[in-house]
């Protein structure tokens, strides 16, 4: 609960609610998944268009 | 994730960069070992945590522990605030409710109105309520309103101002040594979960006597 306070390094929040309100409002654009392959697809799209392009990578 | 359409997902995430790593639908008739798998899936990939901060379910912190032995492990800080202030919280309202009569009318909303500001840490609080909580004070003194406050703001120092862990377990158990707080089932409550060791180092005791956090998977 206070690992924190030791370790400076350690973040107090893991912002879950956060990532969980990103997915649930791509979700939202979708209405949804048909399947869960099809919801691992568009996590890696999401990936590669907000998280890597980012980084210049290929 | 929270069950919203009557289905569970877990999702990995990166707490630093606020980014989500990979996502996956728990199957409808879960057992034991499906929260070990998704963290040893993502050991195979090659993630590797130097801390891993979880929510308040009882699973995590022996699996993590399983998983990535020597890995710190955080309750999130959001869920354990959370935990508290809905003790706190129905504190308050309980009293309002327990205001019966024509007489406490104004008081009732007065009460409801502050409810928020109540629950505020003292130095971020408006003029408004610089103004009007004092005032409120003198007439719910020796009440459940009057202990919430003290309550809330013991719990802002222990988490927000103690320098080291050694120092917010000092002020802990200066807190549940004090007995104004024990006539409040929910304040004892609040004062169980903080005592709770599971809380304070996850992986030390059995996990069953958590306050919070009974949901197992």
Known sequence: MVTYLDHPEVPRCGHSETLINVWRQLEAVRRGFKSAQGRLDHLKLFHVTHYLRAQNLP | ?217
């Open chain 2, 1 to 217: 994730m929270p069950r919203r359409g009557g289905r569970y997902e877990q999702i990995a995430g990166d707490a630093k960069r606020i980014r989500i790593l990979y996502l996956e639908p728990v199957p409808a008739f879960y057992g034991r070992g499906v929260t070990e798998a998704f963290c040893r899936r993502l050991d195979g990939w090659g993630i590797h945590p130097s801390c891993v901060i979880f929510d308040l379910l009882t699973t995590f912190p022996k699996v993590v522990a399983r998983v990535w032995p020597p890995a710190y492990q955080q309750f999130d800080h959001f869920h354990v605030m959370q935990w508290l202030w809905h003790y706190l919280r129905n504190a308050l309202i309980q009293f309002r409710k327990s205001l019966q009569g024509p007489r406490w009318a104004l008081h009732r909303e007065e009460l409801w109105e502050l409810k928020w500001g109540l629950l505020k840490q003292m130095d971020r609080w408006g003029p408004k309520e610089r103004l009007l909580i004092p005032e409120m004070m003198e007439l719910y003194a020796g009440t459940v309103v009057e202990q919430v406050l003290l309550f809330k703001e013991a719990l802002w120092d222990i988490f927000e101002v103690s320098r080291s862990k050694a120092d917010a377990y000092a002020k802990r158990d200066a807190l549940a040594q004090e007995v104004w707080w024990r006539a409040s089932w929910r304040l004892s409550k609040s004062v169980e979960f903080l005592r709770s060791p599971n809380a304070w180092s996850p992986t030390s005791t059995t996990l069953r006597s958590l306050g919070a956090g009974t949901r197992r998977r």
